[in-house]
């Protein structure tokens, strides 16, 4: 009797399904990981997203937090000069403790050996410290054209700039105004399954599963969906526009008069935002906690291990009598309310 060769793919197969892992109990899970967090900044130049972020350093300073304890990699695709201003609005311990770094990226290939690196050394920091550091991502615009441009040079060998200009050429004079974009139509939605792999499973899906917390800033692009979050608004974090159901909190920032303000469009965790906030000559990030922690006081908090345990079909405690008045109040309360 002849024996079969089991195929690479069965061997693999029955490998994966053999091998076991760790299971992690969900209270712990939720102490060394649910509690970091995945935020993202957005408004228009000069509004102070940068600051919000830069904020937290001086937050977390003025909380006791020693320069050892904490850690920053910023991954910035901006010229050397914005890196220069950044550097003189960081807390001088912080900087002179080396404990920020920044990874100045240029293209989609920068962008993945830059963030392999931060995971690298924001890993390192846990492990001699306990205590998670902040990997931070400046203008997520700039990930999603470094996307398009490496699919371009990849399937067609121009960059995206030269492979527009050649299909808006292509396009015709009585098409001389449509957006180059147009190129990219065609069967199976043309290249964009493609392109969303790269920029989405290949990249910020990895990020979103890194267990420190994760600062994304980006600037703004106009929302003409009905059904968005930020339609009232008129505007949109720019980049990929899934972006936002990867963050749990998302902040608006504005600059009008000379006065700055910040915004929630999105609190994980609460059912409940806060209203616009004035936030001129304050830290952003000590503001914005403070008004958490009164919508957690009026009780518009969920806490982390209920949130699991919603995710994974848990059923809550049955509430008392006391809880059943006290939620019946809440509903009362209108949507909207002020610090």
């Keep these: 009797m002849v024996e079969k060769k089991e195929t690479m793919k069965q061997k693999e197969a029955a490998t994966l399904w053999e091998q076991s892992v760790d299971s992690i109990p969900i209270k712990k899970f939720s102490r060394s990981t649910a509690i970091t967090e995945k935020l993202l900044v957005f ?116 960059t995206l700039g030269e492979y527009f200009a050649q299909m808006q050429a292509s396009l015709g004079s009585e098409k001389a105004n449509a957006a180059a974009y147009e190129a990219f139509a065609g069967p199976f939605g043309g290249p964009w399954p493609i392109i969303k792999f790269f920029h989405n499973f290949n990249w910020i899906d990895k990020i979103k599963r890194f267990p420190y917390n994760t600062i994304f800033t980006s600037e703004i692009k106009e929302e003409p969906n009905k059904d968005s979050i930020f339609f009232e608004l008129g505007y949109r974090p720019a980049g990929e526009k899934h972006n936002q159901h990867r963050m749990d909190t998302i902040i608006y920032t504005s600059h009008v008069s000379n006065k700055f303000f910040i915004r929630p469009y999105k609190l994980t965790g609460y059912t409940k935002l806060y209203n616009k906030i004035e936030v001129t000559d304050k830290n952003d990030y000590t503001e914005h906690n403070k008004a958490l922690k009164v919508l957690q006081d009026r009780g518009y908090r969920v806490s982390p291990i209920e949130e699991i345990e919603q995710s994974l079909g848990i059923k809550p405690k049955k509430e008392t009598k006391q809880e059943v008045k006290s939620t019946e109040e809440k509903k009362e309360d209108t949507d909207e309310w002020s610090l």
Aim: with cysteine; proline share 4%.
């Design 43 to 158: 408004g228009e130049t000069g509004s102070g997203k940068t600051k919000f972020y830069i904020d937290i350093l001086a937050d977390r300073r003025d909380a006791g937090v020693k320069p050892k304890d904490m850690f920053a990699a910023i991954i910035l695709p901006d010229r050397p000069t914005g890196i220069t201003k950044l550097y003189n609005l960081i807390p001088a311990e912080y900087a002179d403790e080396d404990r920020i770094h920044i990874f100045p990226v240029n293209d989609y290939e920068d962008t993945i050996t830059a963030t392999a690196s931060a995971n690298n050394l924001l890993l390192e920091h846990y492990k001699k410290t306990g205590k998670h550091g902040y990997a931070i991502f400046e203008l997520m615009e700039n990930y999603w054209s470094f996307t398009q441009d490496y699919f371009c040079r990849k399937a067609y060998g121009k």
